[in-house]
């Protein structure tokens, strides 16, 4: 098997593109808050009088599905990023107990 070296190089490659995928993602999950809270005092503006109308316009507004489908694909983001740099680490655990088995093995022939 290969050395770690080039697992280890993806991690800290790809550790700042995960560490801005999951802002992104918070960022969107705060943001969502906001725009409902907007479109709500938007609802109340138009007429919409009790708090569950204007949730109810909110949630249904273009704009606050536009906030879900770009919080979906930041979340797809961050998952697919924390997912390689797991099998990365991993790829280095084997290495690291295939390397220790080779070593055992080599002391058992001699």
Do not use: C
Request: overall charge neutral; cysteine-free.
């Amino acid at each position: 098997m290969k050395t770690p070296y080039k697992a280890v190089e993806f991690i800290i490659e790809n550790a700042p593109l995960y560490a801005k995928a999951k802002s992104e993602r918070i960022y969107l999950e705060e943001f969502r808050k906001t725009k409902k809270a907007l479109l709500m005092k938007e609802a109340m503006v138009a007429g919409f009088d009790s708090a569950a109308s204007q949730e109810r316009e909110a949630y249904a507004h273009a704009d606050y599905k536009n906030v879900l489908v770009g919080l979906a694909a930041a979340i797809e983001k961050e998952e697919t990023l924390r997912w390689h740099l797991m099998a990365a680490q991993m790829k280095t655990e084997i290495w690291r107990t295939e390397s220790a088995n080779d070593r055992m093995e080599g002391k058992a022939t001699q």
